[in-house]
């Protein structure tokens, strides 16, 4: 059993780490992708908001489709929808294809989204340890990865699907054959009062809902608007301005490399409060920063601090609703897209009418809204009911002889 769990958490592991990349090659090269096909500065955001809310579709599809097909029979198909979406995005040569690309990758991204997350959780609970955060982990350096391939293809002047290509070729596959070591929940999910359907489920539901909202508002606030921040607030040279999500991506590595043990040891509300407020320093240093070097240290802090809030609020989730746990991921993963169709336009709209710098103070009240909703975050005790968890260690957090 212990061989089989190492496996499907490894196997698992790399599945983030595909992700990460995927998506990282996709959004890196937004320019490039519009100058393909001719997209206008005033049709690309119809195209680029499309993704969020095709793979907020994609979430509520998977969370009536678990009830049929395991969440590892989904994530071992989704994955290769995803790449080859990828694939298609770059080979491409009709707005039409490249609408039907975006598409297919906009509802894979919201199968994939959920059924990594599901299985992230449920390895966590038969693990008894918080193991989420190293699969964010994983994400993340997928993400960067993904990033300096961009950078290599845009600096080599490499068409689209050159670069895509050789990605495609060597994750699609590695991606299938490790999915056979998937590990999806033993057993019945356990009932219980946090599992029955309803709109009591939502309303529990809703702080996490919120946290996750407001954490990826500021983690898009970080992917679109920090090089033009530096560089035409903190005025940096180009060169530089392109250097603070870089740095916010390492962080995240570094913040969900470590932050396992965080949670293991002080628990997972007392890392969720300590997340909330490097962050929201992160914002409030960026936003009086007087110059380029100050406001990347702004972004370093913003990747310390935001880094934990994602995984920790699928692994809450999934201790809330231990016999519903892939209902409530599915429904939560949806709030994942609201707070990226969101943060964007909020920080642009705030930017223009007022100013840059006031502008990142809104996320950064909102990251601070999560220590009202940190509680949210403790083990729920007497929820877990599953045959194969033994008390002492089901609770993630509690400081268990797992570590």
């Known amino acids: 059993m212990t061989d089989v769990l190492r496996r499907g958490r490894a196997s698992l ?4 780490f595909a992700q990460g990349a995927t998506f990282a090659l ?7 992708i519009q100058d393909r096909y001719g997209v206008s500065d005033g049709l690309l955001p119809v195209f680029l908001a499309a993704v969020p809310i095709l793979a907020g579709v994609g979430s509520v599809t ?3 489709l678990v009830k049929r097909i395991r969440p590892s029979v989904l994530l071992r198909w989704s994955q290769p929808v995803v790449l080859l979406a990828l694939l298609g995005v770059g080979a491409g040569d009709s707005m039409a294809e490249l609408a039907v690309s975006l598409g297919a990758f906009g509802l894979g991204v919201g199968a994939l989204d959920a059924s990594m997350n599901m299985l992230g959780v449920s390895l966590q609970r038969t693990y008894g340890r918080s193991i989420m955060l190293s699969f964010h982990a994983a994400y993340s350096l997928g993400g960067i990865v993904g990033a300096s391939l961009a950078w290599a293809g845009a600096h080599w002047h ?5 670069s895509y290509l050789p990605v495609v070729a060597v994750l699609l596959p590695a991606a299938f054959v490790g999915s056979r070591w998937y590990v999806d929940g033993s057993g019945p999910e356990a009932a219980g009062e946090g599992a029955e359907a ?6 529990l539901l809703l702080p996490l809902c919120l946290v996750m909202t407001f954490a990826y508002i500021g983690d898009s606030t970080v992917s679109n608007w920090s090089a033009k921040y530096l560089k035409d607030v903190l005025g940096s040279s180009e060169q530089v301005a392109t250097v603070p999500y870089n740095v916010y991506m390492v962080m995240c590595l570094v913040g969900r490399g470590i932050g396992d043990l965080g949670v293991r040891k002080f628990g997972a509300v007392a890392v ?5 407020v490097v962050a929201a320093l992160g914002f409030a240093v960026v936003a009086v920063a007087p110059g380029a070097w100050v406001g990347m240290l702004g972004f370093t802090l913003l990747g310390l601090g935001l ?3 994602v995984p920790q609020t699928f692994a809450a989730a999934g201790r809330l609703f231990p016999g519903a746990s892939d209902t409530a991921i599915a429904r939560l993963n949806v709030f994942n897209y609201v707070g990226f169709l969101i943060g964007s336009p909020l920080v642009g709209a705030l930017g223009d009418a007022w100013s840059y ?3 990142m103070l809104v996320p950064m009240v909102l990251v601070l809204v999560t220590l009202v909703y940190a509680r949210s975050f403790a083990p729920q005790e007497g929820r877990y009911g599953d045959g194969h968890e033994r008390a002492s260690t089901a609770d993630v957090g509690r400081g268990s002889n797992g570590l």
Request: positive net charge; glycine residues 8%; proline residues 6%.
């Open 13 to 16: 592991a790399f599945s983030f």
């Open 26 to 32: 996709l959004v890196t090269r937004i320019p490039a």
């Open 62 to 64: 998977t969370e009536q």
């Open 158 to 162: 490499l068409a689209l699907w050159a």
């Open 198 to 203: 309803g709109p009591l489920v939502f309303k």
């Open 272 to 276: 969720v409060r300590l997340g909330a």
């Open 307 to 309: 880094c934990v809030l």
């Open 357 to 359: 710098r006031g502008a």
